[in-house]
């Protein structure tokens, strides 16, 4: 409300109130002479100028926050979005994730938590937190389920006597990457119609 008193137009609806009141005695034109016509021309050019106003504001509320975008671009740098495609999403778990990939996901999810690198930006906020979270959740399962070997991947206990288990826990890893992903492609379409990406 500060800023709409503020504004020099709220002139145009009192300058003609008065300049009527204290001009009765002078011969004025037509607008001027008749307060009722002032009050109304003052009013209509009041409108226009609080319109564009607010369409004014509304364009400068829509635009990215620069530091939301170095955010933004930090974060998935350290994420490496087309090693999480290629390297887990598009990758069946049965065949192992390479440690680099999970690795880039593990330093993402560390950067991610830290309060430098929190989004103003409350809808872009929410949908990394829910990004994270389903992250989180696979990063977690596979974690429990996955073991290292010399050749620089994390493969499934094939060797395990319950073969049939941790191929359901291989689906289940699967299904938890594809859930990460769904995620992350809703987020960069949002950051991509922002114009954030």
């Known amino acids: 409300m500060t800023k709409i ?8 609806v009192i300058a003609p109130i008065i300049t009527t009141y204290l001009t009765n005695f002078f ?4 607008l001027f002479s008749d307060w009722k016509l002032a009050i109304i021309f003052s009013l209509t050019i009041f409108a226009i100028s609080l319109l564009i106003e607010l369409k004014l504001l509304s364009e400068s509320h829509n635009s990215p926050n620069e530091n939301d975008k170095r955010i933004i671009k930090r974060l998935f740098k350290k994420l490496d979005v087309k090693s999480f495609q290629q390297e887990i999403c598009m990758n069946d778990s049965w065949n192992g994730y390479k440690q680099d990939s999970i690795h880039s996901i593990i330093k993402y999810q560390h950067a991610v938590r830290l309060i430098k690198n929190k989004t ?11 990004f994270n979270y389903k992250l989180d959740l696979f990063t977690d399962f596979t974690a429990k389920n ?4 010399n050749s620089g991947f994390l493969i499934p206990f094939k060797n395990s006597e319950d073969r049939n288990s941790v191929k359901k ?26 114009k954030y990406i």
């Open 5 to 12: 008193i503020n504004k020099w137009y709220l002139s145009l």
């Open 27 to 30: 011969t004025l034109p037509k």
């Open 120 to 130: 103003v930006d409350k809808k872009v906020q929410q949908m990394i937190d829910v």
């Open 146 to 149: 996955v073991y290292g070997d």
């Open 169 to 194: 826990d291989a689906e289940k890893m699967n299904i938890l990457a594809k859930n990460a992903f769904e995620e992350l492609e809703s987020l960069v379409e949002y950051l991509k119609f922002k």
